[in-house]
C-alpha cells in the first residue's frame, strides 16, 4: 500500500514508517521537521508540508496514489500546551480539518489516528476502558480529544473508514538503533532516566507523594515497535469496519520507581535521582483497559524491563 504518514519524520512515526517499509509498504512522509528530523525520512519517499496546508497534502495524497493515511503530525507537548494553547488547536485540530478535507477530495478513503491516554485526564478507575470520561486537563489532551471528534463527524460524511488509537506511555527503540526516541526538549521518561545512568547525569523524579504504592507516578509503557505494528492491524480492521476507536496500552502498570530499577539492573549502575515536587496536573495513575485491543491486536507485547534491557543495549553500541 502507499500510505501516507503525516509526522513520519518524528518518533513514533518514524519506527511506524521503518515497519511498514519492512512489511513491503510504500510509506510517504509528509512532515514540516518542526519537530522531526530529516535523516529520519529513510524508508520512503518525503512529501515536505504543514499539515495545516491542505493543498499540499491533497498534491501528496494525489501525487503518491495513496490509499491510506496514517496521522501522527501534531505538537505533543503537555507544559508548551498550556502556554501556547492556540498553537496546539491550529496545528492539532487545524491540522486534522485540513487533513480530512484534501483526503475527501483526493478520495483516500483510510485514516488511522494518533490519539491518546491524555483525552481521559485522571482516571476514574484503576485501569481505563474506551468509554471512561474523557475530562483532560491540559490543551493538548483537549486538542486531541476534539481531533477525536471532528474525525467522528467528517469521516463517515466523507466516506473514510478510521481508527482512533488512544496510546499510552511510548517508549523504546528500534532494536538496531537506527532510529531513536528525540525529542527536544526531551521530556519523556525513559530517554531521560537512560542518558542519567549512560553519563552519570542526574534524573528528576517528578512526585513521591502519588496515591500509589510507592509515591511515583504509575504508567503504562508501550513498546513503539508495538505500537507501530498496532498501525498495521488497524489498518487491516478498517477495510472490514467503518471505525473503531481502542486503547493501546499493555494493561499493566509500572511506577517511575521501577522503571529506575528496571534501568539500573539493564546498565548495571546506580541512577542519581533527584526527587521533586509533583508536576501541576500529573495524575498520579495511568493504566489501559485493553480488554478491547486484544480483540484485534493478535501480538505479545515487549515488557518494560525487556525494552530498558534492550534501550541499554543499543545505547552501549552507539
Ligand atoms: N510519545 C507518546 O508517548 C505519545 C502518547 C500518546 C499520543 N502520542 C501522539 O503520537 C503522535 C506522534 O508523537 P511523537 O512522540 O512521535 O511526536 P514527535 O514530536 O516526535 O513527532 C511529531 C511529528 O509531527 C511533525 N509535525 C508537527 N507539526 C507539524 C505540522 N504542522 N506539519 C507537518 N508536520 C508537523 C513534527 O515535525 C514531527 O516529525 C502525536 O500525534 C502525539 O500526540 C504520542
Not at 484534501?102 to 488511522?112: D, E, H, I, N, P
Not at 491518546?116 to 484503576?126: F, K, L, M, V
Not at 496536573?281 to 478491547?292: R, W, Y
Request: charged content about 20%; overall charge negative; proline content about 6%.
Amino acid at each position: 500500500m502507499n500510505i501516507l504518514v503525516t509526522g513520519g519524520a518524528g518518533y513514533i512515526g518514524s519506527h511506524t514508517c521503518k515497519l511498514l517499509k519492512r512489511l513491503g509498504h510504500n510509506p510517504i512522509v509528509f512532515d514540516n521537521f518542526s519537530n522531526g528530523w530529516p535523516q529520519w525520512v529513510r524508508f520512503g519517499p518525503l512529501a515536505f508540508g504543514d499539515i495545516r496546508d491542505e493543498e499540499a497534502l491533497y498534491q501528496a495524497l494525489k501525487g503518491f496514489d495513496a490509499e491510506a493515511v496514517i496521522h501522527f503530525a501534531a505538537k505533543a507537548y503537555v507544559e508548551e500546551s498550556t502556554r501556547l494553547p492556540e498553537m496546539y488547536f491550529d496545528h492539532n485540530v487545524g491540522g486534522t480539518v485540513a487533513l480530512l478535507k484534501a483526503m475527501k477530495r483526493a478520495g483516500t478513503k483510510q485514516l488511522v489516528f494518533s490519539s491518546s491516554c491524555a483525552t481521559y485526564g485522571h482516571a476514574r478507575t484503576p485501569t481505563m476502558k474506551e468509554d471512561h470520561v474523557q475530562a483532560p486537563t491540559n490543551p493538548y489532551g483537549i486538542s486531541k480529544l476534539m481531533c477525536e471528534q471532528v474525525i467522528g463527524e467528517v469521516a463517515p460524511v466523507a466516506g473514510i473508514r478510521h481508527a482512533a488509537l488512544r496510546y499510552f506511555n511510548v517508549i523504546g527503540n528500534d532494536p538496531e538503533g537506527e532510529i531513536y526516541e528525540r525529542h527536544e526538549p526531551e521530556t519523556h521518561v525513559l530517554p531521560n532516566l537512560m542518558k542519567a545512568a549512560m553519563t552519570g547525569g542526574t534524573f528528576t523524579l517528578f512526585g513521591t507523594d502519588h496515591p500509589t504504592p510507592d509515591g511515583s507516578a504509575v504508567r503504562d509503557y508501550v513498546y513503539v515497535m508495538d505500537l507501530a505494528m498496532a498501525h498495521v492491524e488497524a489498518l487491516k480492521m478498517i477495510e472490514s469496519r467503518d471505525r473503531f476507536i481502542s486503547n493501546v496500552g499493555r494493561g499493566e502498570g509500572t511506577s517511575v520507581k521501577e522503571l529506575v530499577r528496571a534501568v539500573e539492573e539493564a546498565v548495571g549502575k546506580q541512577v542519581k535521582v533527584e526527587e521533586k515536587p509533583i508536576r501541576a496536573g500529573d495524575p498520579p495513575t495511568l493504566v489501559a483497559d485493553n480488554s478491547f485491543l486484544k480483540t484485534w491486536f493478535p501480538h505479545p507485547f515487549m515488557e518494560t524491563v525487556e525494552v530498558a534491557r534492550m534501550m541499554a543495549g543499543v545505547f552501549r553500541g552507539q
